[in-house]
């Protein structure tokens, strides 16, 4: 379990009596934008109980911030990360704390800079939990819930408790965490003031992604996502093994112990041909791998807090159309959702980019919620040729280049 040889993270004897969200452990650490540039602000992380898939006790850390000063009340931003990994060391609690220079920088803490501008708290979970997982069914949700609980009573924040207004967002992994939080919050923890979640690219079918990401560039996520469901279901990769090439076998083993740039770096192109001995289609046919791969889907639930829910028509790892379905289902159960897509080619855009030109329209969005504008009820569907087209980024872009040049001068954010 604790394979950093950190006893931060083993949870105390007894912790399973506690109550979820409560604190287990806490410690003051220095957190980073880029592995050698640290942020000019206060941080923590959090040890907390939460629960794991099956409704068991689970624990898992949280990295939590304000700016420098007096703490006082302000909302949350909790920031889900992109993580798609199996070890601790690409957890984002290593990620932005590590003096490795090899650590791989997390993306989410360049979100974290704006927010934190903003003079709001931020809070980024490890979703996995301590077993550091990844797809696992409800567990992400639960744990970013819990982690806003944990953050709502650690008095340093200075956070209002129950009035705390809170919003969640996510990109790609970590819209699939924000998704299951958004889902869950209705009957997992009604009491969060959950103001809305902006979430991007959330996978929103695996098996279509596995499908739609096969020979492209980040192919290597194919084996990523698999190791994942693997790495949680005996069955799983009982069922997966009669279908499985030995060098399939040698990439899936790789990337249960590799962080996803790794991964991604050392299968670039990977098709899922090969990995299998058969079509992609009769593996996703066998009853067994069809009902781990179903179980990991979204919509089975329905958000009551406003969405902000953002994919690009041509995303080779979150493909339209179950995101489309997805949305038509939140819809027809009464969510207020805006959905924004993002339609330019192919050619000069990918998954990854539209994960930053989406930047600028997700805080035009978070700012209003946090403070205070409650969305038209209903659903609003927006096509654009480029997220680069609504003003938002234009507007945005002075922030986070103030930001990042008064991180990377040391100075005080917020």
Not at 145 to 172: E, H, K, V
Not at 217 to 242: K, T, Y
């Amino acid at each position: 379990m604790n394979t950093s040889g950190d006893a931060f993270y083993d949870p105390p004897a007894g912790y399973e009596s506690a109550t979820p969200g409560a604190i287990l452990g806490s410690r003051q650490v220095r957190v980073s934008a880029f592995s050698a540039v640290s942020m000019n602000v206060q941080a923590w992380q959090l040890l907390y109980r939460t629960t794991d898939s099956d409704g068991n006790p689970h624990a898992a850390v949280t990295t939590v911030m304000i700016p420098q000063g007096p703490a006082q009340p302000r909302p949350l931003l909790s920031i889900q990360a992109a993580y798609d990994a199996m070890v601790r060391s690409c957890m984002p609690s290593y990620t932005l704390t590590a003096d490795d220079p090899a650590a791989p920088p997390p993306s989410e803490a360049l979100l974290a800079v704006s927010a934190l501008e903003r003079g709001w708290a931020v809070a980024i979970p490890d979703p996995g939990g301590i077993d550091n997982r990844f797809l696992t069914p409800r567990l992400m949700g639960y744990t970013v819930l819990d982690g806003i609980r944990a953050a709502q009573q650690f008095a340093p924040l200075g956070l209002p408790g129950a009035a705390t207004r809170i919003a969640l967002t996510g990109y790609s992994g970590g819209g699939i965490g924000s998704a299951w939080a958004a889902e869950l919050h209705p009957t997992y923890a009604p009491e969060l003031n959950i103001a809305g979640a902006a979430i991007g690219a959330p996978v929103a079918d695996l098996g279509a992604a596995l499908h739609s990401a096969s020979g492209r560039a980040a192919g290597g996520l194919i084996a990523m996502g698999v190791a994942a469901v693997m790495n949680d279901s005996p069955e799983f990769s009982a069922a997966l093994d009669r279908y499985v090439t030995p060098r399939g076998r040698s990439v899936l083993r790789a990337a249960l112990v590799d962080c996803a740039n790794t991964t991604v770096s050392k299968n670039l192109f990977l098709n899922a041909s090969d990995l299998l001995t058969v079509p992609l289609d009769v593996v996703l046919a066998d009853p067994v791998i069809a009902a781990a791969i179903t179980e990991r889907n979204r919509g089975s639930a329905v958000p009551t807090t406003p969405l902000y829910l953002f994919n690009a028509v041509n995303d080779e790892i979150s493909p339209i159309g179950p995101v489309d379905d997805l949305v038509e289902k939140y819809c027809a159960a009464g969510a207020s959702v805006t959905y924004v897509r993002d339609a330019m080619p192919d050619l000069v855009s990918n998954h990854a980019i539209v994960g930053l030109t989406s930047v600028g329209g997700t805080f035009a969005w978070l700012d209003r919620v946090l403070a205070g504008e409650r969305p038209e009820p209903g659903c609003r569907t927006t096509t654009l040729a480029s997220s680069l087209d609504d003003g938002a980024w234009a507007a945005e872009l002075p922030d986070v280049a103030q930001g990042l040049a008064r991180t990377l001068l040391g100075q005080a954010l917020g």
